[in-house]
């Protein structure tokens, strides 16, 4: 099984800051991970795709890079909507899903 | 559009079947589009269950593969979950969820879960 480590687990923030979650495979995954954002109760809602590509309607704020074993999240100029947690998703080997990294209002 | 629907029941005894349907509107589940089941603990990530294909073809986690079922019915649009023995680690939240095989596939059209709790 490919392994997904995110980190950090937790992350406080202001709005306006601009704040990066970065997302470690087990194994080379090339650029098979994707982004999603979970706000409590909610379901998972698709950011980011093949590591870079933005899914449509998804602010242009939000940025991903990476590839082979080490992927990274960028959100900039922090808005009170982005407060959620977030998850990297590795689709490479089945699926498996990083543990996630709950942004927190500073 | 197409949306997703979650039903089923909500509590299931220790030992039992779970068993969840997941309904499919503003489009066709014939499309070229696997469908997926994922789920959540209270309180921790996302674990991805199996998927299944129009044809009937399915993948299924390893993990979860001699207690799960996944099927489909394409008359009524609907796929489905079967796990059992089901036991208190198996509650959570059930998401059913549409892959896009794009460049490397990603879950894009999520349902809005299910809450099932094993408990006697």
């Known amino acids: 099984d490919i392994q997904m480590t995110q980190s950090p687990s937790s992350l406080s923030a202001s709005v306006g800051d601009t704040v990066t979650i970065t997302c470690r495979a087990s194994q080379s995954i090339i650029t098979y991970v994707n982004w999603y954002q979970q706000k409590p109760g909610k379901a998972p809602k698709l950011l980011i795709y093949a590591a870079s590509t933005l899914q449509s309607g998804v602010p242009s704020r939000f940025s991903g890079s990476g590839s082979g074993t080490d992927f990274t999240l960028t959100i900039s100029s922090l808005q009170p909507e982005d407060f959620a947690t977030y998850y990297c998703h590795q689709t490479y080997n089945t699926n498996t899903f990083g543990q996630g990294t709950k942004l927190e209002i500073k | 559009q197409v949306q997703l629907q979650e039903s089923g029941p909500g509590l299931v005894k220790p030992s039992g079947t779970l068993s969840l349907t997941c309904a499919v509107s503003?489009?066709?589940?014939?499309?070229?589009?696997?469908w997926s089941w994922v789920r959540q603990p209270p309180g921790k990530g996302l674990e991805w269950i199996g998927e299944i294909y129009h044809s009937g073809s399915t993948t299924y986690n390893p993990s979860l593969t001699s207690r799960v079922t996944i099927s489909v019915d394409k008359s009524k649009n609907h796929f489905s979950l079967n796990l059992t023995p089901v036991t208190a680690a198996d509650t959570a939240v059930y998401y059913c969820?549409?892959?896009?095989?794009?460049?490397?596939?990603?879950?894009?059209?999520w349902g809005r879960g299910t809450l099932v709790a094993v408990s006697s």
């Open positions: 969820a549409r892959w896009n095989t794009g460049r490397v596939g990603y879950f894009d059209i």
């Open positions: 503003g489009g066709s589940i014939d499309s070229s589009h696997w």
